[in-house]
């Protein structure tokens, strides 16, 4: 039996390190820029276009992740989310996987072997992962958080048609400050055993 994982997240949260710490455990695959690489190939466009199209209007230290709010790439982005779509439900059917972001909760929302995550955490322990885990000054945390959050909600709404954090669309909302990565990782396994394996 193939299931998935969709893992939507707050800038500093740790989602990404939580979900890659949840695949070692589950011993399944995790996507997340993989999904840029396979669009890219499928289009023939450069990485680098992709990522800059794909949600990108600045570039942050870290990562390519504001939304372009004009319109002149909108029909470039539209269709790079078309393919994205289709690379992951093409995974999703070939085996078990994690996928994180790129509205990948709505996209296999309607699958019967998923779960949908999101991490959240307080903004001083966002601050905090920012400067210690990511190692970024205080004043670039505290604009990465404010823009990548920005740019997330509102690619997630026009794509999925609800924000990230609804948890209407969700199984679960995980404070990661609580457990830190391998707590939070391991309390999701369990969910994930209990739903699949019980």
Do not use: W
């Amino acid at each position: 039996m193939n299931y998935t994982i969709c893992i939507a997240r707050q800038f500093g949260s740790l989602g990404r390190p939580i979900a890659q710490k949840l695949a070692q455990k589950l011993g399944i695959e995790y996507y997340d820029r993989d999904i840029v690489e396979a669009v890219s190939a499928e289009m023939h466009l450069p990485v680098s276009t992709i990522s800059d199209l794909e949600e990108t209007a600045g570039k942050t230290t870290f990562f390519n992740m504001r939304f372009p709010l004009g319109t002149q790439t909108s029909a470039k982005q539209d269709m790079i989310f078309d393919v994205q779509k289709d690379v992951i439900l093409s995974l999703a059917e070939k085996k078990s996987c994690i996928f994180v972001g790129r509205c990948s909760d709505y996209i296999l929302e309607n699958r019967p072997n998923n779960l949908n995550f999101y991490i959240y955490a307080p903004y001083k322990a966002r601050l905090e992962n920012c400067t210690g885990y990511l190692k970024m000054s205080l004043e670039e945390a505290e604009r990465s958080i404010e823009a990548v959050d920005r740019a997330r909600n509102a690619y997630h709404k026009r794509y999925a048609g609800y924000l990230p954090d609804d948890c209407l669309h969700k199984h679960m909302l995980l404070d990661s400050s609580v457990l830190g990565i391998d707590g939070s990782a391991e309390l999701l396994a369990q969910m994930v055993q209990q739903r699949f394996f019980s």
